[in-house]
């Protein structure tokens, strides 16, 4: 049974984008992906698991988080299959590309945020390095792509802060 990178022939796609390029900018949205998928089931297990005064607030800030980043993570993966590579087959392929970790331990409300915001930090970053290297190479529908992925992010970011702030 042929396997699903050998049923691609990434070199027979004629787009002006080079093979390499293609094939390093795919690379990079694995990545993209991996924090992704890591982070959509952070959020919704705080979703799940939040406790106390912040209960209200944050539940509902994880439920759009979690439901923008699932969205986020087909248009990644469809992205990954027009370069002509193929998708990662399982959560355990994607989790050592994900700088994002998992969580494995019951946290308050606070620790949650402050370890959401951590998340999105990282993540802002990698997405803008990754958009740059995609621009490099004229690859302007990722760029374009990871650009909007860097918006959602910033604004996460200042929305999660926004909850634990000292008024
Ligand atoms: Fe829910």
Redesign the pocket.
């Known amino acids: 049974m042929a396997t699903a990178a050998k049923r691609i022939a990434p070199a027979t796609l004629d787009t002006g984008l080079e093979k390499r390029d293609r094939s390093a900018v795919s690379k990079d949205l694995v990545e993209v992906l991996a924090d992704t998928y890591t982070l959509l089931l952070k959020s919704h297990v705080y979703?799940?698991n939040v406790v106390g005064p912040l209960f209200v607030p944050l539940?509902e800030l994880t439920?759009a988080h979690y439901k923008d980043l699932f969205d986020a993570a087909d248009v990644i993966a469809e992205r990954i299959r027009s370069l002509g590579h193929p998708a990662p087959l399982s959560f355990r392929q994607l989790l050592p590309n994900s700088a994002v970790e998992e969580e494995t331990a019951d946290r308050s409300a606070e620790q949650m945020v402050a370890r959401l915001v951590a998340d999105h930090e990282k993540m802002v970053k990698r997405l803008r390095e990754a958009a740059l290297a995609a621009d490099e190479v004229d690859d302007l529908v990722t760029t374009d792509l990871l650009t909007t992925r860097l918006a959602f992010h910033e604004k996460a970011i200042w929305m999660l802060r926004a909850i634990i702030e000292k008024a």
Do not use: K, L, R
């Open positions: 979703h799940w539940h439920e």
